[in-house]
């Protein structure tokens, strides 16, 4: 009985946790290209999203591509080509991109080169829509207040309502400074209020390698933090967490995270995300660059605390698991752009769920691309919104040698629309209009029972898995009877009364139910000559249990 009873247990258990893995099966529905794709952009070197509009940046193409959905998410439409206004060859337009709302920000960190290798002192530049996305017009070009050749200001962009991020990683010797600009009139104009540097900086630190924004929050990434030298790879790395407490006049630093298992080489802060309390911060270097990434939170913004570290399922050498990352509410996505599965860096993206507020993070999902190939170096950029994920491949030959490309995925809708509209509009409404016809019998059988096996449709349980669980419930239920049946027919030929002389061999009991998914069949045919069986004892002519579809 103990047996059939565990085995109805985990027949029951199974299709909930097939479920929970069904849910976050995330299908790729559009692969994204530029119009006038060429040899050598590295079109998704850099992507972002917000809403129905996906921003997608180059390395040598000197541009940033925007995309958007008008059709329920089948597919993204280009809809602008943005340049700089002053375009000059071997700017890196378009290297970093960050979008919010309306407005777009484009990063050119090599912007003023003079022709000699990456001198430019670096700008970012800020495009605004004004008809709901249908062109995009620069309104500003942002620079430092103390612009100096070889700063790499607009290596790193971000942007959240009316401020914005721009990293310059190579400023001071390569200690590096993050620069914070604000609007106050719309968009039309913005000025520098902010320059942020750490408070232990040290040179070749590469402070604002990586930047993020959410709110009066910002994070900037020192992936090279803990060095001993340029040319030494040891560095540990480190990110610090910045607030404003006056509407943004000023920023204090409130935090450095590390790694709690800080190592030399991990070049922790290479990436940095942050969503409300939560900061994600990739080290690819992690484990001979296997990768990991870091989860902190806080309680209030004056302390963070490391909640997680994030690894592969499948974590192998030379994977470079956190090259990129991004959070939206319980969701973190991260980027290994040389993982192997498709040949040599054909790369791949992995999605984390939290289901206990953040306390812990569990892999559900990894994705690579439908055509994916050596060197493609998918998920060298990832973003998300929603369930929608956007993963840069920027190494796609698909129009020339590194022309790139750019994948978006998200969830199946129809998991979502058929749960979310029953459950309270038709239940509601139906009723309502199957009363008037309670009066002609015939109506309700045609109109109030076809209505309530839409509500049966709330419950999350597939078709299959309700018959799954029914013929575990009738197992278990014919393996108590059975068992039952065997203690109480063994009993009487146990005994030795002179009054019995033998053992009458009881008829054989035979329970058959036919189920949507096939029979069970239960046969009792006990010997008659046989000691007792002992229960969950396996024995010749004992009951047999069988289950055919």
């Not at 009873?5 to 790729?28: H, I, Q, T």
């Not at 290297?95 to 090599?110: C, H, R």
């Not at 001198?119 to 017009?137: H, I, L, N």
């Amino acid at each position: 009985m103990r047996s059939a009873l565990l085995l109805c247990c985990l027949l029951v258990e199974a299709p909930a946790d097939r479920r929970r893995l069904a849910a976050y099966n995330y299908v790729e529905f559009d692969k994204l290209t530029a119009s006038d794709a060429a040899w050598n952009d590295e079109f998704g070197r850099s992507v972002a999203i917000d809403g129905d509009t996906v921003v997608i940046g180059t390395s040598w193409g000197e541009a940033a591509y925007v995309f958007r959905m008008t059709d329920g998410g089948a597919t993204y439409d280009q809809v602008a080509k943005l340049t700089a206004g002053d375009a000059a060859s071997r700017d890196k337009f378009g290297y970093s991109v960050a979008i919010a709302g309306d407005t777009v920000v484009v990063g050119a960190y090599n912007d003023g080169y003079t022709g000699h290798s990456n001198d430019g002192s670096g700008s970012a530049y800020v495009f605004r829509t004004s008809d709901g996305g249908a062109t995009y017009a620069q309104v500003a070009k942002l620079t430092a207040s103390d612009a100096a050749w070889n700063d790499y200001f607009g290596w790193s962009v971000a942007i959240d309502g009316n401020t914005v991020v721009v990293g310059a990683y190579f400023k001071n010797s390569y200690r590096g400074a993050v620069y914070l600009f604000r609007t106050t009139d719309s968009g039309a104009t913005y000025g520098q209020v902010a320059k942020l540097t750490a408070a232990d900086a040290a040179a070749y630190d590469y402070f604002g390698g990586s930047v993020a924004i959410d709110g009066d929050t910002v994070v900037v990434g020192a992936y090279y933090d803990g060095n001993t030298g340029r040319y030494n790879s040891d560095g540990l790395g480190s990110a610090y967490a910045f607030r404003t407490t006056d509407g943004g006049a000023t920023y204090g630093q409130v935090a450095k995270l590390t790694a709690a298992d800080a190592a030399a080489g991990d070049r922790f802060g290479w990436s940095v995300a942050i969503d409300g309390d939560t900061i994600v911060i990739g080290a690819y270097g992690d484990y001979s660059y296997r990768g990991a990434v870091y989860v902190f939170r806080t309680a209030g913004g004056a302390t963070y605390g490391q909640v997680d570290k994030l690894t592969a399922s499948d974590a192998a050498w030379n994977d470079e698991f956190g090259r990129s990352v991004a959070i939206a509410g319980g969701t973190i996505v991260v980027g290994a752009c040389w993982d192997d599965d498709a040949g040599s860096k054909s790369g791949s993206a992995y999605v984390f769920r939290t289901t206990d507020g953040g306390a812990t993070y569990d892999q559900v999902a990894k994705l690579t691309a439908s055509d994916a190939a050596a060197d493609d170096r998918f998920g060298s950029s990832v973003a998300i919104d929603g369930d929608t994920i956007v993963v840069g491949a920027y190494g796609d030959d698909g129009a020339g040698t590194r022309s790139g490309s750019a994948y978006v995925s998200s969830l199946p809708a129809p998991t979502a629309q058929p749960t979310a509209q029953p459950t309270t509009a038709q239940p509601t409404s139906q009723p309502t209009t199957a009363q008037p016809t309670t009066a002609q019998p015939t109506a309700q059988p045609t109109t109030a029972q076809p209505t309530a096996q839409p509500t049966k449709q709330v419950d999350v349980l597939a078709p299959w898995e309700i018959a799954l669980i029914s013929i575990a419930c009738l197992v278990f239920g014919v393996g108590c009877f059975v068992c039952l049946l065997r203690m109480r027919i063994s009993r009487p030929s146990a005994k030795t009364s002179p009054t019995v002389p033998e053992i009458e061999t009881p008829p054989i009991l035979r329970t058959t139910s036919v189920l949507p998914m096939g029979t069970v069949e239960a046969v009792q045919a006990p010997d008659a000559d046989a000691a007792p069986p002992i229960l969950g004892e396996v024995v010749a002519h004992s009951s047999v249990l069988s289950v055919s579809n």
